[in-house]
C-alpha cells in the first residue's frame, strides 16, 4: 500500500477527499486504488436520500446524520447537485445545510455535479461511494435532486431509497407518483408542521396500498428536520428495511445487481471516453459537414464511425 | 480532457453581506467551475475543513466586516497546519489598500477590491490554479 | 388631468411632432442607445405629455400633502415648516469612542442620533464569544451589557434627542437597555423618542443578522409592538427597510414591493396576536435606499406612499390616518459608491440625496466618500452632513411641497412602480405571504437575478459607472483611512469580566430563569428582557436563553 491508500484506510478525510476527486475524474489512479482494497469494502450501508427540489432533503440528512453519529457511527455523505449542461459548472449548494458536521471526526461530507451523467448521479458515485466504504464508513448517504430519471439510478446504488416529499406540492404528489411509487423504500412527509400534510400522508398510503405485489409496504413517516422532530422514527424505519432486506435475501440480491451494474457502467464509461474523444476530432467536424450538405447521410456515418472505433460493425 | 476545477466560496466572519460572493458564485458557475458555497458566518475551522472535504483547487474569501486582518490568516495557517499546500487562497471585499501587503505575506495569493469585474477573478483563478486541470 | 379635446389636439400635434421632427433628426443621428430603461427595466419613451397622465384622477391619486392618499407627503408643509432629520449612521469601537462621536455630531448641528452596533452585538454574541473573533468594535460599537449602553449615552439627554438604532434580531434587549438608561437619567419611558429597526425579513433576505427562526422572530416583534404602546408610545417600534434589499442588488420596483410585503406581514402578525391596528401602525416606519436614477427614486418614493395608504385602509381597515401616513427614513446607495477615485462619491451622494428630499423623506443618512474603502473619517463625514446641509438651504428645492409633481414622466413613472409593486405583492400573496416567500427562498431568488444582472451589465458596459468602467486613471492608494484598533476587543473582555464581578450574580440567573420560563409560554417577553437588562445581564446571555427556547434560523439559499 503507498501513503495515500494506508491513509484511506484509516479513514483520513483528505486521504478520502483525493481518492474521490481522482473517482470524478475518473482517473486511473482511482481504479487502481479500488483494485487494491476491494476486499476491504463491503460493510458500509448505503441510503439514498432523493425527492423534489426544496423538500429539505439536506437538512433531513443533516439530522439522520448527527442521530447516527450520536450511536457511533461513522459517516460518508455524498451530495450530488446537477451540472450546467451548458457551461459544465456547478453550484453545489446542500453543503450549507451540513456545515456544522463537517468539524465532527466521524463525518465526511463531499458535494459533487453530476457533470453531464444522465440519472443524475455522478458518473463517479460508484467509485467514490466504494472508496468511502473502503475507508471505514459505517453508513453512506447519497442525496440527489429527483426528478425524472434520477431515482432510477439511485436505486441502483442504494441499499434503502428514502423518497422525501413535502405537503403543498399539490399536484406534484399525483404527477410524479409514477416515477417515485416504486423507487421510495420508505416514504418521507417532511415539514410536516405545514398546512396539508395529513393530506399528503392520506394520498400517499393510498397509493402505495394499491401495490400489494410487494412483500415489503413502504412506510410513510412525518418530520419536521429542522426541529429534529420524526428523526428516530425514521432511523427505525430504515433499520427494519435492512432486517427485511437481509431476512429475505433481498440485500445480497440488491448488492449483486449493483456489482453488475459498477461493471456495465464503467465499461460503459470507457466507451462513452472513446466515442467523445473520437467526435472531439477535426474530421468528425469535418464529416458531419458533408451530412449537413447532403453529401452523405447521418447513418452512414453513424457506420463508419462505429467501425473506426471498435473495428468492426455496428 | 479538463476536469472543472473546484471553488469553495465562502463567508467567514459575522457579515451578512453575500451579495457579492453569490455574484461571483455564479460567474464562476457559468465559467465551467464547480462552486462549493457554504454561507454565511463560516469560522476559520468550518472552512479550512470543507476545502479539505472538498479537495478543492481554490478558496475564494468575502468579507466586508473589516475583520479580514484576522480571520484571512487564520484560515491560511489551519491549512498549512493540516498539509495543504495545492489550494490557491484569494479574497475580496471591502479591504483597504494598506492591508493588502500584509494578507499576501499570509498566504493570501491576490485580493480583490470593490469594482473588479467577475471575468478579472475568473481569469486570475484559471492562470493561478496549482493542481493540473487536464487529466 | 386634461379636457378629453384638449388631449385629443395633444395626441395629434405629438404625432405630427414624431413625423416632422423627431424621426428626421434620428435618421441622421440615432439616439444613444437602441432603448432607454430605468433601472427596474420600465421603458423610458421619447416624450412625456399630458397623454401619458390623461387618464390620472388628480385627486384620488395625488391630492394633498398631508392627506390621503399621501403621495406628495405626509405633512402638510412639509420642508416648509421644518427640513428632514440629518441623521448619519455612526458608532465604531467602544461606547466610550462612540459617545465622543455623537457628541461632536450634535455640536455640528445633527439633529438626531443614529446608533450603529458591531456585528457580535447584532447577532447577540458577548465580545468574548469565540464567533466574535475580529468583529469587535468593527463596523459599530461593542455593547455587552447596560454599563456599555450607559458609557454609550453619558451626558445626552435621552429625552432631548431622538436616537435610531440599526438594530434586529436582539432588538428587544438594546431597546429595553435603552429605557434602562432612561430611567437612571430620570427620563420616563413616555419621554423617549426613537427608532428601532426591528425589521427581521429583510435580515432573512438581504442584511444576513438573523438568529431566531421565523416563526418566534415574529413575537418577539408584535412583543415589542405592544409593550411600545403602552409603555412607550412616542417610540417607532420598527423600520420596515427596503433599503439592505436594494444593497443586496433589488431593482426600485422590487425594494418596494418586498417592503411593502414585509410591512403587511407585520401588520397581520401584529392583527393575529390580537392589537388593533390603529394601536400600532401609526409607530411603524419606513427605511429606504435612495439609488442613481433620480425621476425613478422619487417616483418610488412617491408610489410607497401612496400603496401604503392604499394598503392600510384598504386591506387593513385601519382609521387613524396616521396609520395609512408612510414616514420614512432614507441612506444614500453604498453600493453605488466606488473604490476609484473615490472623491466621485460625493457627486453620486448629492444626486442620491436630492431624489430622497424631492421624494420627501422624514430624515436622511448621506454616505460619506470613503466607504467602499473602510468607515469613513471625520472629514468625511462632515462633508456628507454638509451636503444634506446645502440641499437645505442653498438648492431651493425644499420651498414647496413634492415639486416634481405634474412631472408628465414623474407621474408616469410613479404609475408604473405602483402597477409593477402591485405586482408582485399579488404573486408574493399567492404563495402565502412574506414569510412563507421567504421560507422558500422566492425573494431571495428575485433579489439575486436582479444583482447578477446589474453586475453583468458593468461588465458589458451597458451599464457605465464612471471611474470605475469608463474614465478611469491611475491612482495612488488613498491615504488616511480610519482604523479600528484592534485593542477593543480586550478592552470590552475587560469590561465583561469587570461587569460580571461587580454584579449581583444570583439575581442575574433568577432574572435569566424567569426568561426562560416565559419564553416557553407565551407571555409578552419585554417585561422579562428589562428586568435582565437591569441585573446587567450580558446582551449574549441573554441571547442564549432565547436561542435555547428557540433555535436558530437556517439560511435559505437558492443560487
Redesign the interface.
Known sequence: MNNLEELLVRGD??A???A??YAE?Y?EKAKEIIKKLYKRSGSAYIIGITGPP?VGKS?LTDKLVKNLIEKGNKIGVIAIDP??PF???????D???M??L??HPNV????M?T?GHLGGLSKGTYMATRILDIAGMDYVFIETVGVGQSEIDIVKIADTVVMVLAPGLGDDVQAIKAGIMEIGEIFVVNKSDREGSDKTVVELNMMLDLDDTKDWRPPVVKTIA??NKGINELIDKIFAHREYLIASGNLEKKRNQRLRMEIIETVKNKLM?NV??KIQQKDFDFKLQEVIDKKIDPYTFADELYRDIFNKNL | ?E??IRVLVAKPGLDGHDRGAKVI??A????????????LR?TP??IV??A????VDVVALSILSGAHNTLFPKITKLLKE???DDVLVIGGGVIPEEDIPFLKEHGIAEIFTPGTPTSAVIEYIKQHVKRAVE? | MFYKQKLEEIKNKKEEWEVNQRQKVVSKFPERKKEFKTSSGIEIKEIYTPEDVGDIDYLEKIGFPGEYPYTRGVQPTMYRGKFWTMRQYAGYGTAEESNKRFKYLLSQGQTGLSVAFDLPTQIGYDSDHPMAEGEVGKVGVAVDSLYDMEILFDGIPLDKVSTSMTINAPAAILLAMYIAVAEKQGVSPDKLNGTIQNDILKEYVARGTYIF?TGPSMRLITNIFEYCSKYVPKWNTISISGYHIREAGATAVQEVAFTLANGIAYVEAAIKAGLDVDEFAPRLSFFFNAHNDLFEEVAKFRAARRMWAKIMKERFNAKDPRSMMMRFHTQTAGSTLTAQQPDNNIVRVTIQALAAVLGGTQSLHTNSRDEALALPTEDSVRIALRTQQIIAYESGVCETPDPLAGSYYVEKLTDEIEKRAFEYIKKIDELGGAVRAID??YIQKEIQESAYRYQKEIESEERIIVGLNKFQIEEQPPKNLLKVDTAVEVLQKEKIAKIKEMRNNASVKKALEALKKAAEGDDNLMPWILDAVREYATLGKITDVLRSVF?EY??Q???
Open positions: 478525510k483528505r478520502i477527499a483525493r474521490i476527486t475524474n482517473e426544496g437538512t451540472t450546467s457551461t459544465g459548472g456547478s453550484i453545489l449548494g453543503r450549507i445545510r456545515q456544522d463537517s468539524l465526511y461530507i463531499r458535494s455535479g457533470r429542522y426541529e471516453n467523445f474523444e | 480532457m476536469r472543472p458564485a455564479r464562476l458557475r457559468e465559467a465551467g467551475m464547480e462552486v462549493i458555497y457554504t454561507g463560516q475551522e468550518q475543513e470543507a479539505i472535504q472538498e479537495d493540516r498539509g495543504v487529466k | 427562526p422558500l427562498g433555535g437556517q439560511q439559499i437558492i443560487l
